[in-house]
């Protein structure tokens, strides 16, 4: 009988990505994929995943690992809408914070390998870039408190309860199988969706804000060293590419490649002014190699997302909070009919 692997989020980006990695290198584990389809896609899984429909939350997390009994488990799942959770307040902490505790307990109550959780550059919040591992975390969202919280539940459970984990921090991964139909979240994901719907490209302030973009197959082979590595069990490693771009410089990069695109300048966010890494340890100890600049991975991810069906686009009907929501979010008023 074959070992298994579970994956949450697997009908996500990273989730859908890790599984076919898997699949294609290490044919003798069962991946088990989970996800409750809020954000990602069926037809993202492939056929030879043992895929559930389910929420990571609920209590019946414990049948699956009981009938499955996972060797590692990757915790992918999550509602990754940064800028978008000071107004969903408590669905990010459910969604995020909750879920991630009933995964925790399930992995210690059936006595996993090890627990791969992805957590976020959020943590860090604004800090002192590039940011290092051994930055002390101090986020300035909701999410990234959610992610960070997350994190040391993670390694209370491994001095207490003797659970083995790795922690990584990967930052903004593209590529294939991404969810472009997202309104609050995936930049480049957005822009493919904008001009592919005859929209202007969006940037909140002036574009100014760095981030380094990191492309989801350079990820895969690292990530799977995050939970078979000696050298990574219970290690914080950011994951990803450590060149920066101005939100501007990768706006101007994606119009080259799509051969088209006008920008709109929207009003600035509260978010971190710049977000990008070291990669050192991912390097020693995940043998990470960032092969694909930011134009080759954009070109892959352009020809796939051309080939998309036409779906419509997610937007929230009603926000927890909507006092301080900016206007590029704001609902547009009912008409009044004529009495």
Known sequence: MKKSIVITGVAGLIGSRMADWILENQPEYQVVGIDNLSGGFRENVDERVHFIELDCASEKMREVFTEFQPTYVYHFAAYAAEGLSPFIRKYNYQNNLIATAN????????????????????????????????????????????????????????????????????????????????????????????????????????????????????????????????????????????????????????????????????????????????????????????RTDLRKGLISMWAWAQKQPSRERFMWSEYELDKGIYDFWKKPAMPIEDQ
């Open 103 to 290: 995964i925790i307990n399930e992995c210690i109550r059936h006595s996993v390998d090890r627990l791969v959780f992805t957590s976020s550059m959020a943590v860090y919040g604004t800090g002192n870039p590039p940011f290092d591992e051994s930055d002390q975390p101090a986020p300035i969202d909701p999410y990234g408190i959610a992610k960070y919280a997350c994190e040391l539940d993670i390694q209370v459970a491994g001095e207490q309860h003797g659970l083995d984990w790795c922690i990584i921090r990967p930052h903004n991964v593209y590529g294939i199988k991404q969810n472009i139909w997202d309104t609050y979240r995936n930049v480049l994901g957005i822009w493919m969706y904008q001009y592919l719907n005859d929209q202007p490209l969006t940037i909140f302030g002036d574009g100014s804000q760095k981030r380094a973009f990191s492309f989801i197959d350079d990820c895969l082979s690292p990530l799977w060293e995050a939970a078979v590595g000696e050298t990574s069990n219970r290690q914080i490693i950011n994951l990803g590419s450590a060149i920066e771009y101005s939100i501007l410089e990768a706006s101007e990069i994606l119009t080259e490649v799509m051969g088209g695109g006008d920008v709109l300048f929207q009003e600035q966010r509260h978010e971190v002014k710049n977000a990008h890494p070291t990669w050192t340890k991912s390097v020693r100890l995940l043998g990470f190699n960032d």
